[in-house]
């Protein structure tokens, strides 16, 4: 079966870092675009990052300064490393693998929590 595994979650305070981890199991990483989406308390679905199997990303205008997305193919695991964390950065974190071409194999972890309070 496959799945993704996300983790790393938790509560920061303002200005703080966290890295929030997505581990596949039951399929390989290699052909899948993989993503990072967000969902703000009371909002919908908003998209922050996407990288390639080739390692090729993209962002959110408005994080690209602050977020990083990275793969240890090898290892099926996609990283986020966000710095100066605020208040609109809180959110349920889900990563997402899509397969380059059968794109019906899009997978979708449980999400995990960011909480930035003081």
């Known amino acids: 079966e496959a799945r993704l595994v996300e983790s790393g979650g938790g509560l920061v305070q303002p200005g703080g870092s966290l890295r929030l981890s997505c581990v596949a199991s039951?399929?390989?990483?290699?052909?899948?675009?993989v993503s990072w989406v967000r969902q703000p308390p009371g909002k919908g679905l908003e998209w922050v990052s996407s990288?390639?199997?080739?390692?090729?990303?993209n962002y959110a205008a408005s994080l690209k300064d602050r977020f990083t997305i990275s793969r240890d193919t090898d290892n099926g695991t996609i990283y986020l490393d966000m710095r100066d964390l605020d208040a609109e950065d809180t959110a349920v974190y889900y990563c997402?693998?899509?397969?380059?071409?059968?794109?019906?194999?899009?997978?979708w972890g449980q999400g995990t929590q960011v909480t930035v309070s003081s």
């Open positions: 990288i390639t199997p080739g390692g090729q990303t």
């Open positions: 997402n693998a899509r397969h380059q071409i059968v794109t019906s194999r899009d997978y």
């Open positions: 039951g399929f390989t990483l290699s052909d899948y675009d």
